[in-house]
Structures are given as C-alpha cells and as structure tokens.
C-alpha cells in the first residue's frame, strides 16, 4: 500500500498559523506592498514554483500522485501560492495545445510508464488537451485554496535556460515578440474567470547576446499593456535583465504604461548560489554575503524603496545539504528574505521531470518533494522556509509598535525564553519582542522592567538580567554579513558573539567566527539577522 504524501506531511504544521490562502477579492500593491484589493490588508506571498514548461507540458508529478493530492500538499506545508510555469507554444500553437495529454506523452516516447500512471492517479486527465490539462491544475489549486502566478517561462518548451537556446530575449529564433504577446493575451482571457489567479509573470529569466535595456523597456510595456487590457484583475509582474538578476536600469528610467503603475505592477528578481559560484565556493562567507547582499539591493531590492513590491520569484537549495555554495548562500538570502519581508516563490516543488535535457526520470535535487513524491526530501529545510511564510509588517498589520524578532536564518528559529531554565534563552519559536535601542542593548519589550540579553562568559549560556551599564549588555553588529551579534565579557577585553550550543538548541556566546578573510570556516551558526515586526505574538 503506497503512504500518501499528506499523512508524512508532520503534524507540527496543524499548530502554525498558515499563509493567507486565497482572497475573495483580486490583489493590488500599496507601495512596496502587495494587498488585499478589498480590504488593503497585506497579502503575502509564499509560493513554490511547479514546472509545466518541459516537452510534456503536464505539470510535473501526474505520474506520481492524483493531482488534488499534490494541491493539498502544498497547502498543508503551508505555502499559498503557486507559480505555475507555461510555454508560449501552449497558447500559441494549436496543434501542440490541442493534443492530448497521452499523445504528447506518445510523440515523446514516453507512452508506456507514463501514460499508464497517469492513468492510474489521474484518469481524468489523460485524455484532456494540454490546456485543458493546464486549465484543470489551476482549478484544483483554487479547489484547495490556493493561489496562482502564471509564469511564461520560456517559448519552446524544455529546460530554461541557457544563453543560447533560442528563447532568451525579444527576436531570438523562438521569440517572437508579437507571438509572445499573443500568448500573453490568450492566457490573460483564458484565466479571466478564474479568481485564485492573481498574477501573471510576464517572462522568465531574459537573457543572451541581444539583451538591451531598450528592448527591454518597449516589449515589456506591450506585454504588460496587453495582459491589464485583457485582465484587469491580475498583478503584472516584470522580470529583469541577465537571467533576471538585473533590474537597476529601474533606477533611472521609469516604465510607462496606461494603467496605474502603482497598482498592479510588481517585479521580480532570481537569486541563486551559481550565479556567484566561485564567490561562494572560495570567499569568506561574511565578506561575501555582505558584498552579494548589496548587490541584490543595487539591482533590485531599491524598488523596495521606490514604492515597488519586490517578488524574490526563483532561490532554492539542494535540498540533500551536500552544496557548500548553497549551504552559505542559502542562510544569507533566508536573513535578505526576512529582513526585506519579501514575497518570494521557493524553486522546487517537484521530485523528477518526467523529461528534462533527454533524461528520463530525471531527480530534481533542489525538488521539496522526493523522487517519488511519496516524503518531503529534507524536514529541515522545509521547516526553515515556513520560518518566513508569514508576514512580520505591512498594512493592516501594525498590530503592536515596531520590535525586533532575532532570527537564526540557518535554522529558521528565532532567539526565545528558555521554558525549561529561568532566565536562560534558547532558539526556537519566533515568539519574543525585542528591543535594539542606542544604547546597543537588546531588552524584551514585555514586562514592566526590561531584561537585557547579557553574556556570561565564554561558551556559557547567556542569560536576561537588569539593563545595567555593563559591557556584557551592550551588543553590536559586526563583519560584512551585519549578523554577527557581538559583546565584550564582563572582566576581559574577549569579543564574543551570539551562537547556537551543542545541544542545538540553547543560545551561548563564543569567540565570533570567520569576520574576515578566511574562506574555510562555516560563521552560519553565528548569524542572527534582526528582523522588524509589527505582528501581535500570541503565545
């Protein structure tokens, strides 16, 4: 008897508060913030990519599980969005969109195993066109309360991306701009009638020897002028240059399009270890993260400040740990993630392909979800991704006045009381209100006197004293990451910073790691991002 994937799914999630599902009304931006078209309250999104884009052009997965199984899935692990990739040829080509799901699988060779477990799981879809297969997908999303992007991620269908593949910018063999926005209108109209579709992105990851910020800026406001006139509803969400890692020619230019930008237009930006491997892989990870993290800022996140929500669409990690480059480069974007309070979408959710680059099977090792979709690949992971599902501020979310949450972006937990010793803190549930003043202490918010974090000594426990003018109180951030928290102990001149113990769990000082130079040593354990929060914690 196979295990359904709901059951594996630990119950720990029934007591988080999940994401926002999907609204009644559309969504709308409010500044740097997408919204609640009705209400104005904050709607945060907490997507996970789903490929559809491959040869097949068939969500990944029909083969492994009944699709609401999967739709299910993704709400209990408490994501409530989807960004759902397509082909331009789907919407543009009838005689791809309109064959069938078995003979897609047929003219593929991949007629046997496949068709008949598709069959199997979902028999319904079988023998449905693929856009009527792509339509059923986004309806059972919304069955389940979820949301829905659709991303035209590429043209031709198949593996995305390479600079050369013929799909990457406007005039490329497979890119025809007056096609694209073709698609782009089909789609629009197509997915008018279905509310949990609350976004459009318009093209994923621009890229190749023809990229130019002039073309970028003309196809753009067609593409982005023809899905608001054929939906009005949906957020229109624009990609960058340079695999989407690039969007600062923003900073000078504005784009011009007939309807208010400062509504439905939102951006999007990539961010993963190989775009700066050898940085990763031969830096020191502080230097690094400080260095990368202003860059993200240089090429994007100043939208953030120009009143322009900021979607992180596309970051992910192998999610079997082994990846040195995307063990440190993940910490550091969970801490840019959580301290910017973006919406973001996580690359993967799938296991396997059912075809990527002529392999068969193929294992997605950055996929949540394992080869057979049966288990979610790695626990820890995912449970360090739920740490920034929900919102920490926003509108309609200003709760209390502005505190500081202290974040631990290698494991997802936040520094908290210590329930089993008095006066002791350890990691784990994001449930304190902290104050960082000038006076460089860290005091709990709660109480009618204030508690300081103080540090004890050397590999001791630090504990929560009077806020008296003592060294060991006063805190401050150091090395380029700005995650080391940092102190002198009482009675030496030692600089020692915040760390999780070897129980992995109980918060102690040691002596900081890896502030500069040298690239060996791993600091991720020793970093803390503070993060702003207006939420009301109730215990």
């Known amino acids: 008897m196979e295990s359904s994937l709901l059951v594996l799914i630990p119950l720990l999630l029934c007591f988080v508060v999940k994401a926002a599902a ?64 397509w082909p331009t040829f789907l919407a543009t080509n009838d005689s791809l969109a309109n064959i069938t799901v078995r003979k897609s699988f047929d003219r593929l060779g991949l007629n046997f195993t496949d068709v ?127 695999f989407d890692n690039d969007l600062g020619f923003l900073s000078t230019r504005q784009l011009n399009v007939s309807f208010s930008s400062k509504s439905k237009l939102v951006f999007e930006v990539h961010w993963y270890s190989f775009s700066n491997s050898e ?19 240089n090429n994007a996140g100043f939208l953030l400040d120009r009143q322009f929500p900021l979607f992180l669409s596309e970051f992910g990690i192998d999610q079997r740990g082994v990846n040195e480059r995307d063990n440190r480069y993940f910490s550091c974007a969970m801490a840019y993630a959580a301290d910017k309070d973006l919406d973001w979408s996580l690359w993967t959710l799938q296991g396997s392909y059912y075809l990527r680059e002529g392999v068969v099977e193929m294992e997605e090792t950055y996929g949540l979800l394992s080869l057979n979709w049966t288990t979610v ?27 500081k949450i202290i974040f631990h972006p290698l494991t997802g937990h936040c520094v908290t009381l210590d329930s089993s010793r008095r006066l002791a803190l350890a990691v784990g549930p994001c449930s304190e209100r902290w104050n960082f003043s000038d006076d460089q202490t860290l005091s709990l918010t709660t109480g009618s006197t204030p508690s300081c974090i103080t540090a004890v000594g050397v590999g001791m426990p630090v504990a929560l004293a009077e806020c008296d003018d003592v060294m060991s109180s006063k805190w401050a951030l150091l090395s380029s990451s700005h995650m080391h928290v940092s102190t ?28 500069g130079g040298d690239a060996s040593c791993d600091p991720e354990g020793q970093w803390f991002k503070l993060v702003t929060s207006t939420r009301l914690i109730i215990s």
């Open 377 to 403: 690949r790695n626990q820890t992971q995912l449970q360090r991704v739920q740490s920034i599902q929900q919102p920490f501020r926003g509108p309609g979310l200003s709760e209390v006045p502005p505190y």
């Open 22 to 85: 999907a609204t009644a009304s559309p969504l709308s931006t409010s500044g740097r913030w997408i919204v609640d078209a009705g209400s104005g309250e904050r709607v945060k999104l907490a997507c996970v990519n789903w490929p559809s884009h491959l040869e097949p052009m068939v969500a990944e997965g029909m083969s492994k599980l009944p699709l609401d199984e999967i739709s299910k899935a993704i709400g209990a692990m408490g994501f409530n969005c989807v960004r759902l990739t």
């Open 279 to 297: 940085a990763w892989g031969n830096g020191n990870p502080n230097d690094v993260c400080g260095r990368i993290s202003g860059s993200v800022t």
């Open 488 to 515: 002198k102990v009482a009675g030496g001149n030692a600089t020692v910073c915040l760390d999780v113990g070897g129980d992995d769990r109980s918060v102690i000082t040691n002596p900081c790691r890896c502030l």
């Open 116 to 242: 008949s477990l598709i069959e199997r799981h979902n028999p319904a879809l079988v023998d449905l066109s693929l856009i009527e297969a792509y339509q059923a997908v986004v309806s059972n999303l919304g069955d389940n309360n979820v949301m829905v992007i659709l991303d035209n991620h590429i043209s031709k269908p198949g593996w995305c991306c390479s600079r050369t593949d013929g799909n990457g910018f406007f005039g490329d063999t497979y890119f025809d701009p007056n096609v694209w926005v073709e698609g782009l209108n089909y789609m629009a109209t197509l997915f008018g009638s279905h509310k949990n579709v609350i976004g459009m992105s318009l093209r994923n990851e621009l890229r190749g020897p023809r990229q130019n910020v002039e073309d970028w800026f003309k196809y753009m406001a067609m593409g982005a002028e023809a899905v608001h006139a054929a939906n009005n509803d949906v957020l229109v969400i624009l990609s960058g240059l340079s």
